[in-house]
């Protein structure tokens, strides 16, 4: 039964489908409740992984029906994975939540308003760069133009509404188009000493509005030997839209994609963001059902890996130790959701930096507690949102760290508001940022 299918009002579901299979999985032992985020922060049951679980399964049942306290219930959830690492039965709890979503969009009758702007965002702007690029050169018109100083002079924002302001607040600075024009469809390995050739995702809101991770991940991987290939017509991967129920936008994504790398005949393909990461990973799963696709979609999936994973793997290239330095610089490393309960990669960022020389790396108390940006719930929850990242600063000013590193567009928006709110001096940076600098001789701040 495709996925699109499964989940509608029609009494017992099959027991052999793969998805109501995961939910058996779960044997309600609660173990990853006091690792959920949610249900450490509202303390009720259906705020919690087994909460969730114990609802789908009852529609699924066909004893509740779609409604908005249903969607409500799934949509507080930020989709961390915590309870992933937690669960000792194995549960791939976003196997359950993500059909769970799409069967809400597809069943739900929301408010015109509200289905116009997800319409808009989903389906008319993220899967189109060019018009991703517009939006977000008329995002540099606003800042540079003296609109946005009008705008945080006037705190004209917070009348409009409070979650907006902090919105505004988390906008970075949006790079020139002649930067993203730098990054080349095809980069040659520095010194021409090629060992690798790789493909890149360079993805959307990387692209546009963090420039320079992309443009530093690139010439990390040059000094590593690798011919970079990044496709000029590559789309955004689709994880904004398995998280937000739009999943067969997504899908459309994912074959167009596939079929984009398939052209360059790649052996692996690297990504530096988590999210990006996770969902390339998933196509096999995403497209399982799909004929034409099901195979493609996995031997693509099985040539994802993050930049810190690959780097690692071929013994990378050790920054030259230099002078010393007076005092090392602190580095607090924070792990996003998706690359450490998603993707299983902990311990090769923390070596990328641990080799960084004038760099102590400090370790973060609940590091592996989400900082509340997961994707757009920062914009559609933003009061617990606010909570979980006032937690988290706590946490990072304890440390003392100067440096803030993480691996995950969403996460250093998220902490650099964090910071702001929190008035630490602190910078937040890619880890693979700090590699490049490194490299480049350049000093750490």
Not at 10 to 24: F, N, Q, R, S, T
Not at 207 to 221: E, F, G, K, M, S
Not at 354 to 364: D, W
Request: hydrophobic share 40%; aromatic share 6%; with cysteine.
């Amino acid at each position: 039964m495709p996925i699109k299918d499964l989940l509608k009002d029609v009494g017992a579901p099959p027991k052999e489908d793969p998805i109501y299979e995961e939910i058996l999985k779960c044997v309600g032992c609660g173990l990853c409740l006091p690792h959920c985020p949610t249900y450490r922060e509202v303390g009720t049951e259906m705020a919690s992984p087994r909460g969730r679980i114990s609802l789908i399964k009852e529609h699924l049942h066909g004893k509740l029906r779609i409604t908005d306290r249903f969607a409500e219930h799934l949509y507080l959830c930020l989709e961390c994975l915590a309870c992933e690492t937690a669960c000792p039965s194995g549960v791939k709890f976003h196997r359950i939540m993500e059909p769970a979503r799409e069967a809400i969009e597809k069943n739900l009758q929301r408010p015109p308003l509200e289905r116009m702007l997800r319409d808009i965002v989903f389906k008319s702007i993220f899967p189109y760069p060019k018009r991703l690029q517009v939006l977000f050169q008329l995002l540099r018109i606003y800042q540079i133009s003296g609109a946005q100083w009008l705008v945080r002079k006037t705190g004209l924002l917070g009348y409009i509404s409070e979650p907006l302001k902090e919105m505004e607040q988390m906008l970075p600075r949006i790079p020139p188009r002649s930067l993203r024009q730098a990054l080349k469809e095809v980069t040659p390995a520095l010194g021409g000493g090629k060992r690798y050739r790789v493909g890149f995702l360079s993805g959307c809101v990387m692209n546009a509005a963090l420039t320079p991770i992309n443009l530093a991940t690139v010439r990390v991987l040059a000094r590593n030997g690798c011919e970079v290939i990044t496709p000029r017509f590559q789309k955004c991967c689709g994880a904004l839209h398995l998280h937000n129920g739009e999943g067969e936008t997504a899908r459309q994504m994912a074959r167009y994609n596939i079929d984009i790398f398939e052209k360059a005949h790649l052996e692996v393909i690297l990504v530096n963001s988590a999210g990006c990461g996770s969902a390339l990973k998933e196509y096999g799963e995403l497209l399982k059902e799909d004929p034409q696709y099901a195979q493609r979609a996995h031997a693509f999936s099985q040539k994802v890996r993050d930049i810190s994973e690959f780097l690692v793997s071929i013994d990378f290239v050790k920054p030259d130790p230099g002078k010393p330095e007076a005092r090392p610089l602190r580095v607090a490393y924070d792990d996003p959701c998706h690359l450490l309960h998603a993707q299983g990669i902990k311990w090769e960022p923390r070596e990328l930096l641990r080799a960084i020389p004038g760099l102590a790396l400090i370790e973060l108390r609940e590091s592996d507690w989400c900082c509340g940006s997961a994707g757009i719930y920062n914009i559609t929850q933003p009061e617990l949102s606010m909570r979980l990242l006032d937690r988290k600063m706590s946490h990072v000013a304890a440390t003392g760290a100067d440096i803030l590193a993480t691996a995950n567009p969403g996460c250093i928006l998220q902490l650099s508001l964090g910071a702001k709110r929190a008035g630490l001096k602190l910078e937040v940076v890619h880890v693979i940022e700090l590699l490049d600098r490194a490299y480049r001789g350049w000093g750490m701040t």
